[in-house]
């Protein structure tokens, strides 16, 4: 059997174990130090020298905090982007809050303005104006903001972005997760960078910011004994896997080449096959660190579905998968309000996210284009 080539797999930039071995030497084993303050600071530096960054346990514990600091209270209604991972819906839940799912348009993937207006629209007049908006980046693609921000400001509601999956991606020339209110990053393993596991909310003022370190840290007030007016939660990143970060962070411009890469190869792969689109920018004011690399499979053209070409992938031993399932078709949020049309049920029935590592070897990728050139042209 082939060794086994992966979606998305860590790929180390080699000081990581530096930073570790510092924490360890100066006893810094706690979620707080030199590697959380070197890393908020080196993702500051990244994304625009005018923001907050709170390093946290997870992209989802981000989304969490957020939803709670832009004032979402039990029975509350937030509008969130029906085509993405459960996690950017799920602390919506952890709310005690009710999901309005809304679709996707064509060209980006993510949420369409027109569906997002119709969405608040309807519920305001319902008497529940939706408390906040998730937008996502899917797969490291902007979405269209200067349509989704005006919205946002035109009603008076808070802008979360999910940028889980687009860190170094930009819009305009703005970095992903600087838009909104609040930005969502998360280090997961399969992310394109990772700290095995973690998180980070990207807040605009040091009032947002101390807020959600304050949160995340189980909400001490000031006081010599443990004191508490609010609910906290223990969501600060740990010293360690901030070390991770850092030497992570040396390395974020070469892995979003080696991405964009990746997207170019399968271009290149499938601009003499008829029938299949590589998800690509609609035009230069979108710039995607094309975490994953996907494809549309358009079964009256090829007389192929993206299902077969997943099991001739899976045969080699090489990992691919179906986008993302929309929200709204999912068991757990079948009652939830849904706004759009057909648009992410289509792609998720057509569209299939292919290898798209950083660290793909030349001969791991001959053998992707052998098995998508058999595939298709028999
Ligand atoms: C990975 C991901 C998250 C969750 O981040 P974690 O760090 O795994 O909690 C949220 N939203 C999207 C779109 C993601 O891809």
Known sequence: MNNKIWLSSPHMGGNEQKYINEAFKENWVA???????????????FLNKNVKVAALSAG????????????????DEVICQSMTFSASANPIAYCGATPVFVDSEKETWNICPKALREAIEVRIQKGKKPKAIIVVHLYGMPA???????????????????????????????????FGRFGVLSF?????????????????????????????TQARDNAPHYQHSHIGFNYRMSNIVAGIGRGQMEVLKDRIEARRGMHSFYVDIFKDIDGVDVFSEPNTDFYSNHWLSAIIVNPDITGKNREDLRLAFLEDNIESRPLWKPMHLQPVFADAPYYGTNISEKLFEDGLCLPSGSNLTEEEKERIATIINKFFKG
Do not use: W
């Open 188 to 216: 997961n393993g399969n992310k394109i960078i990772t700290t095995s596991g973690g998180g980070a909310l990207v807040c605009h003022t040091k009032e947002d910011q101390d807020k959600i370190v304050f949160l995340s």
């Open 144 to 178: 269209k903001m200067d349509e989704i921000t005006a919205i946002s400001k035109e009603f008076g509601i808070d802008l979360i972005e999910d940028a889980a999956e687009a860190l170094g991606s930009t819009y305009k020339g703005q970095a992903c997760g600087t």
């Open 31 to 45: 979620p707080l130090g030199p590697n959380v303050n070197g890393f908020e600071e080196d993702l500051e530096n």
């Open 60 to 75: 989802t514990a981000a989304i969490h905090l957020a939803l709670i600091e832009s004032g979402v209270q039990y029975g």
